[in-house]
């Protein structure tokens, strides 16, 4: 082989090799990432399921407890972190841009612990406990408070707003029950674990979340003002 044809077959070959290591770069991070956004999925999948239950148990009673207070606040801080993380990995790749997502279901969902926070907070004073954890020391977690008009109202409109955040994922995501809103374990991170990056399901979610968030706030402007102020 003379030289010009083994510098050919040089350069062949290095092209090759460079064009294998970005493909399997490539693989690497989108595989990175749908492992990354399918367990974010299936904890925004319980945050919003589990939520709407306990917003039903609330309101059939009016009444609620310190355990349920602690589960809620939870729940909406995951699905906070969640929100946050998507919209932050969507605007990064350009899979979506700033306006698209909005970013209102976040902060919206961040408020709403505020709202519980204060029922805790207003328990607190009336117990003359100086501290929430301290809570219960004076009461069991299961005790049933009794929730004053103005707080199951609020809860009405929470309610009314995580249900169309629960329409939102079953319409969009695949592998959850479109009765609980929970994932099927047997094929969820199936569908999303290993290519899910690269599908547009869970762009879809985030900006059906954020407009019916912007909607939902635009018409409810005594809710709207509520979450504003705590």
Not at 40 to 69: C, P, R, V, W
Not at 131 to 157: A, F, G, R, W
Not at 168 to 192: C, E, Q, R, S, W
Request: net charge negative.
């Amino acid at each position: 082989m003379n030289y010009k044809k083994a510098v050919t077959v040089g350069i062949i070959l290095v092209t090759l090799c460079f064009g294998l290591y970005q493909y399997v770069d490539k693989q690497h991070y989108v595989k990175h990432l749908s492992t990354q956004l399918a367990d974010a999925l299936a904890g925004m999948s319980h945050s919003i399921s589990d939520n709407k239950e306990l917003y039903e148990d609330i309101l059939s009673s009016e009444t609620i407890t310190l355990q349920q207070i602690e589960l809620i606040i939870s729940n909406n801080e995951h699905f906070s972190n969640d929100i946050r993380e998507f919209e932050a990995i969507a605007v990064n790749f350009n899979r979506a841009t700033s306006d698209e997502i909005g970013y209102n279901t976040a902060v919206t969902a961040f408020s709403i612990e505020a709202i519980f926070y204060k029922i805790q907070w207003n328990l607190a004073n009336e117990k003359d406990v100086v501290e929430l954890p301290h809570l219960t020391t004076v009461m069991s977690e299961t005790d049933e408070i009794k929730l004053n008009d103005e707080e199951v109202e609020q809860i009405h409109m929470i309610h009314a707003l995580n249900e169309l955040w629960y329409k939102a994922l079953i319409k969009h995501i695949d592998g959850v029950y479109p009765d609980t809103g929970k994932p099927n374990y047997d094929i969820f991170f199936d569908i999303h674990s290993d290519k899910g990056f690269l599908k547009n399901d869970w762009i879809k979610l985030i900006i059906d979340l954020n407009k019916s968030t912007t909607e939902f706030l635009e018409t409810n402007e005594k809710f709207e003002e509520a979450l504003i102020l705590e």
